[in-house]
């Protein structure tokens, strides 16, 4: 019997089941989170932006927002037009309904909500709670109806494949006591301590993945404790594969300290480069922004009131434990209703968009000093992105709503792409961040696309009838250039989905993972978490990682 021994690289927590991490409206102590910030944007003025990452067993999925949706059928179907059979939407949807368990909506919430109680795009017996709150506050008709009087449809079954349109979202949310449905619940915990072959290791930071150099085979991870004083450590020996799954943020750095990524990056730092590939290069994320509505007649409740009114929210809370009901069965700060956007729907004139976006040179704007490979690769991906702008099943934009001021809104398909380099050969040094934001105009066009479309739907009649007044950034902001220089002045470079930056495609069109997630030129080395995924689905990423790592055991145990 072969032991399985996960070191867990960032954090030093198993979370202790405090009320912010099982109750979805109690917020998420700041323990388990350990950010980063991104060197200056040259498209955000300068300004830096954050960059996310889970510091405790179970990684985003015990911090973040719970959203547990899929992408349309096309973002899947461009993986595998990179080089990637096996990875189409048809290829994956067994994978997504094999992670989860889902359990339809009580039959009061379906009559008042376009939402489908259909199993077949489902699973019923997988490890992640997967269902809805089952609380509303009374604003949020308003706004499926807004959205309907200007043309955009709900949406009731956004999980089967056409995910645009007005809908209310799946969470990774246990039905039965309405509580979060992390990976470490649904997959460490059950079986902690019951496998003898299973260890698992906190507290640590991986040093490198040792490769033989005759063989070119991964033989060891060195690692050490994040608060050691020394930078003497320890290692485990490996019998048959290392499956790297430190997350998009993190495993690009032990990959390019362990001698495999880019070799003029390797050599400037004295690290022998075992293998020349472009690890970190390819990294994106969904920038996003934030606009204010004020309400002249607002429909109270509003989720404001958890911060603002102590009586109410502690009545809430009380409810909440003795029912399983109310407002804090919706994520913190956060919600559950959306509308997913095609270009087709925030402009007339998509065609011509799409024109002026293929015209713009491929090499202005990948990050200084990328890869050959990658023009190549980016001209791939240019095109499918580009396809999908064009059609009307998949989206660009999203309007996510909890009902309060505060409105976010997501460019969900980016043209840029940025970076994850080591600058120290510190395994606690933090990489750079580069997210090249807006570095490709169309992702700044679609920006200043997305703010009018959203406050078309804010002017909408049933939005007025709560008196729906913008308070940022103002209605005095008006003109594309104008709306594109305010843009730059509060958007930010994340929607906290990074992803890409090992990304699996063709090695001639930069990519660092094969079809079988195996690095390549490395024998019995995998990557398994969201830095392979080359293009980002638009829809938040949280269902469609379980749904990688569910292929990838089947992949590995196929190879056993």
């Known amino acids: 019997m072969s032991a399985f021994v996960h070191i867990k690289t960032e954090g030093n927590n ?67 037009k990179l080089g990637n059979p096996g990875w189409t939407w048809k290829d994956l949807l067994p994978y997504f309904k094999k992670s ?56 009731s079954q956004p999980n089967a494949g056409d995910a645009t349109g007005a809908f209310y ?72 594969e290392v499956i790297l799954a430190a997350g998009a943020v993190h495993s690009p750095q032990i990959l390019q300290l362990s001698g495999i990524g880019p070799k003029k990056l390797l050599s400037g730092l004295g690290i022998k480069t075992l293998v020349d590939l472009p690890v970190g290069y390819n990294f994106h994320d969904q920038p996003s922004m934030f606009m204010s509505f004020n ?31 109310g407002p804090f069965t919706i994520t913190y700060r956060s919600g559950s209703i959306v509308a ?14 799409i024109s002026r976006a293929w015209n713009v040179s491929p090499g202005s704007f990948l990050p200084k000093g990328a890869p050959s490979p990658l023009l190549t690769g980016y001209k791939v991906q240019r095109d499918l992105i580009l396809d999908l702008y064009a059609s009307p099943r998949a989206t660009v934009q999203e309007v996510a709503f909890g009902g309060g001021n505060t409105v976010p809104i997501a460019m969900l398909k980016p043209l840029s792409r940025g970076s994850i380099l080591i600058n120290s050969t510190d395994p606690l040094a933090a990489p750079v961040f580069d997210y ?22 804010m002017a909408s009649a049933p939005m007025q009838e709560v008196g729906a007044l913008e308070s940022f950034p103002g209605a005095q902001v008006q003109g594309d250039e104008a709306i594109a220089r305010s843009i730059r002045t509060f958007a930010t470079s994340t929607w906290a989905h990074p992803v890409g930056s090992r990304a699996m495609m063709k090695k001639e069109f930069g990519g660092v993972v094969d079809p079988q997630l195996k690095v390549y030129g490395v024998k019995g080395l995998r990557v398994v978490d969201a830095s392979i995924m080359p293009l980002i689905p638009a829809t938040h990423t949280s269902s469609t990682v379980y749904a990688v790592a569910e292929k990838a055991a089947d992949l590995i145990k196929a190879a056993q």
Do not use: C
């Not at 429909?299 to 029912?323: E, G, V």
């Not at 087709?344 to 011509?352: F, G, L, R, V």
């Not at 934001?437 to 078309?456: G, M, S």
């Open 14 to 80: 198993r979370d202790s089941q405090d009320p912010g991490i099982l109750v979805p409206g109690v917020p998420v102590p700041e323990k388990y989170s350990r950010n980063y910030q991104s060197v200056p944007q040259a498209g955000l003025n300068g300004r830096t932006s954050p960059v996310y990452s889970g510091a405790v067993v179970g990684g985003g999925t015990v911090v973040n927002g719970m959203f547990f949706n899929r992408g349309s059928a096309g973002d899947y179907d461009a993986w595998a």
């Open 100 to 155: 989860e368990t889902f359990t339809p909506p009580k039959a009061d919430l379906a009559a008042k909500y376009p939402i489908s109680s259909d199993l077949a795009p489902h699973g019923t017996t997988g490890p992640v709670g997967s269902s809805f709150s089952n609380y509303q506050y009374p604003i949020m008709p308003h706004f499926f109806r807004g959205w309907n009087s200007i043309g955009i449809l709900s949406n």
């Open 169 to 240: 979202s799946t969470l990774s949310l246990t039905a039965k006591n309405q509580s979060r449905s992390s990976a470490s619940a649904a997959y460490y915990r059950p079986i902690a301590g019951k496998k003898e072959n299973f260890h698992l290791i906190t507290g640590q930071s991986v040093n490198m993945i040792n490769i033989d150099k005759k063989t070119m085979s991964a033989t060891s991870v060195a690692f050490i404790s994040r608060n050691a004083t020394s930078k003497t450590g320890s290692q485990v020996k490996a019998s048959r």
């Open 295 to 325: 309400y002249t007649h607002y429909p109270y409740p509003s989720p404001d009131w958890l911060d603002t009114n102590k009586t109410w929210a502690a009545d809430q809370l009380a409810i909440y434990y003795k029912n399983r009901t």
């Open 340 to 353: 997913f956007l095609p270009l087709q729907n925030i402009t007339s004139d998509y065609e011509a968009f």
């Open 436 to 457: 090249n934001t807006f570095a490709h105009p169309a992702d700044l066009d679609i920006a200043v696309l997305a703010l009018k479309k959203t406050r078309a739907f």
